[in-house]
Each structure stands twice: as C-alpha cells, then as structure tokens.
C-alpha cells in the first residue's frame, strides 16, 4: 500500500489572529513589498487587536519608525479613508486602529518633534492635504456619525492625535477647522452620562492650546457659550465621570485613614477581641496595583 503524499501539520501551540500577522508585516517586516489594495483591504476588514498593535509599536524606537514612514504614511492615509467612507464594520476598526496607532507613535521621543512627526504621518509636501482630511473626517463623523459609538470613537481618535501632538504644529488644524458645533451637538444628542466626558475632555485640551499666544477659538466659543441644557449635561456628565474614577482608585488602593467605629474604638481601648470579625483585606502587589490603574 503506498503512502499517502498528505502530511499532518503539526497543531501550533498558540493561534494568532490574521490581523497581527499583517501587523507585522507593516511594521517589523518593513523591507518587504509595498502593501497591495488587497492587503488594505483585508487590514480594514478585521478586527483590531489594540493591545498587541500597541505592543508592537512599543518595541520599534523613533528612528527605526521614521525608516518605515512610507509604510505609517499609507496606514495613516488608507485609515482616514476608510473611516470618513462610512461602511461599517470597516469605519469603526479603522477609528480604533487610528487612536491606537497615533498613541503608539506620537509618544516616542524624536530629535526633531514636529518634523519628525510629520514625516511618520503624511510627509512634509502632503501634511497640509492629509491632517486637514483627518480633521474634517473627524468632524464630520462627531458631528453626523451613524450610531453614537463610532462618534465615540471619532472622539478618542482626535484624543489621541490632541494630547500625542500637543507639543507640535499638528494641533494648528484643529484651530483652522473649528469642530466646537461638533462636539456641542454630541453633547446635546448625548441621553448617557459617562458619554459626556471624552468630547468635554477634548474641547478641555483644543482650547488650553496655546491660549496665551494667539486668540484661541475655541476659548472664545466657550466665553460666549450660553446652552444650559447643554452646560448641564457637561456638567453631570463630569461628576459621573469622576465619581466612578475615585471609585476605581479606592478599590485598588484605599489609602484614606479608617473613621472611627465599634471595632476601631474598642482596639483603641484594648479590647479589640470583644470587636466583631472583620475579613482582612489582602493588599495589592506593585505590579497588580499598576495594572489595574492602568485599566482605569
């Protein structure tokens, strides 16, 4: 009997989603081809793994990110693209890949930071054409989103771009294309609470940009904004907010002084085996403590 020409494949130990091989092959395995239509179009297709893009970029220091800029160049373009073409899901992965993206590469410390930073996004000849179509995509998916999860994620997007390149002239557009209405008809079309606070976050940010040196617009906006409605949802929206991240941080560390009660009391006077059980609370390691930050 002859021997079949199949082979069993050996089971690989772990699985690895597609879309982190094509993270790889974008950024660590740069000298290859240039990326096809068909591999954008694949890249678009498939759900975002944040954390390992993140982990990703991490690894890749400043200048080997600038050797790669025509790849980030074409991520940065296609990515706008997609998400100003409103067909989901392809819209809202590339929101959440650029808001990964751009807070993976806007926080490494380059010589040169402005013009390094234009060269990783767009190229100093195309940076005028490309920024001004990332910020009107991003104004108008606030402004007319589909659902109010991909305004959401415009939101973070232009976070992350906001607070990556606050020290650079990138910010500049956010000037020239005013996007105040945007984020007050977000606000206004908001019925949840904790939704408030990343477009209030935002607003914070553009309008604390150079406010000293030129007339910011977007502190002139708020001088003479009068919605109350509006102002009050701001408003609850930020106390929500803060409430649930003072939560968050007692949870992982309380470090507030115990207030007096029957078992503090009795232990002061010595008898505090008269005092009811208390389960005693384990304490958190460094390494857990900063994880779970990290997670607020």
Not at 97 to 102: C, H, P, Q
Not at 117 to 143: K, M, Q, S
Not at 165 to 185: C, E, N, Q, V, W
Not at 235 to 251: K, P
Request: glycine share 6%; with cysteine.
């Amino acid at each position: 009997m002859e021997s079949s020409p199949l082979t069993q494949q050996s089971r690989p130990d772990t699985f690895q989603p597609k879309i982190v091989k094509l993270y790889e092959t974008l950024f660590l395995n740069a000298e290859d081809a240039e990326p096809s239509e068909g591999f954008w179009r694949e890249f678009f297709l498939l759900p975002p793994q944040r954390v390992r893009l993140s982990q990703i970029l991490d690894v890749i220091s400043p200048d080997d990110i600038l050797q790669i800029h025509f790849h980030t160049q074409q991520l940065f373009s296609k990515a706008i693209k997609e998400a100003a073409a409103g067909e989901s899901p392809s819209n809202i992965y590339a929101l959440e890949t650029l808001t990964t993206f751009l807070g993976g590469v806007l926080t490494k410390k380059y010589t040169n930071p402005s013009s390094d930073i234009i060269t990783v996004l767009a190229g100093i000849d195309e940076v005028d054409h490309v920024i001004a179509n990332f910020v009107a995509a991003l104004d108008g998916i606030i402004r007319n989103g589909t659902s109010f999860e991909i305004r959401l994620k415009a939101v973070e997007a232009a976070i992350s771009m906001t607070s990556g390149g606050y020290k650079t002239s990138l910010i500049s557009y956010f000037m020239h294309r005013d996007i105040f209405p945007a984020l007050m008809k977000f606000i206004h079309d908001s019925n949840i609470r904790t939704q408030i606070f990343e477009p209030f976050v935002l607003l914070g940010l553009l309008s604390n940009y150079n406010k000293f040196e030129f007339q910011n617009p977007y502190q002139l906006r708020l001088d003479d904004f009068v919605n109350e409605s509006t102002i009050q949802k701001i408003v609850g929206g930020t106390g929500v907010t803060c409430t649930a991240l003072r939560n968050g941080y007692v949870a992982v560390q309380d470090d507030l002084p115990e207030g007096w009660n029957l078992s503090s009391t009795l232990a002061f006077f010595g008898l505090g085996a008269l005092a009811p059980g208390r389960r005693a609370k384990t304490p958190l390691t460094p390494e857990e403590a900063k994880a779970r930050f990290g997670a607020l």
